[in-house]
């Protein structure tokens, strides 16, 4: 058996160097993937992989919103590669993730939006999210509270009322996504909104706003303002 090793290893090793000197700003984006598949296939030349993947959903941050039975149907990505790439999405807004010690202030829209957009601006199915806050806009807790299909999630008021008190709650603020990257409210949307505004108040909890977010805006539904 030869010892000699496959020619894309030097390059695969000029690539990570590459990496650790200049960070993400020096690679294109399929050389990020590319790199980032080296350590799920060993043993493979995974650069025309990364530019198939790249090709076939567009971007490098398409292809970490992909399923994992979508990633899978492209040939030469297996379970590990798709459970790698799949991590690296679920890593992003855990980084993001303070500790109790230093929870986010959310105080302004532009701060609320930031954080929503990171959690669930780019999901393909809806997710109904509530942040609850104490009294200087900290945030204190988040829930998913409602996991829709491609067109709806189902929200209860006395679910997001029960999570509110239980927390401690001064404020809350209502997110969900919309997956078609349309803004406009629903009736439902609206009707909810109003509800949960009369319900918070009567209890003693202020509602900030509820939000419909996409990948590239927020809306504001109580407001009836875009950011």
Known sequence: MS?????????????REKFRAVDRDGLSDYELLELLLSYAIPRYDTKPLAK????????FANVLDQEYDELESMKGLGENSSTLIKLVKAAIPQYFEPDSRTTPVLNSPEKVIDFIRAE?????????????????GRLIHKEIISKGTINQAHVYPREIIKTALLKNSSA???VHNHPSGELKPSS????????MNEISSSLGIILHDHLIVSKDQAYSIKYGRVY
């Open 120 to 136: 669930i601006g780019n999901q393909k199915k809806e997710f109904f999210m509530l942040l609850c806050l104490n009294t200087t």
């Open 52 to 59: 198939r993947l790249i090709k076939q959903f567009g971007s």
């Open 3 to 15: 010892d000699e090793k496959p020619l894309y290893f030097g390059h695969r090793k000029r690539l």
């Open 188 to 195: 439902h949307d609206e009707k909810l909104t109003s509800a």
């Open 172 to 174: 809350i603020i209502l």
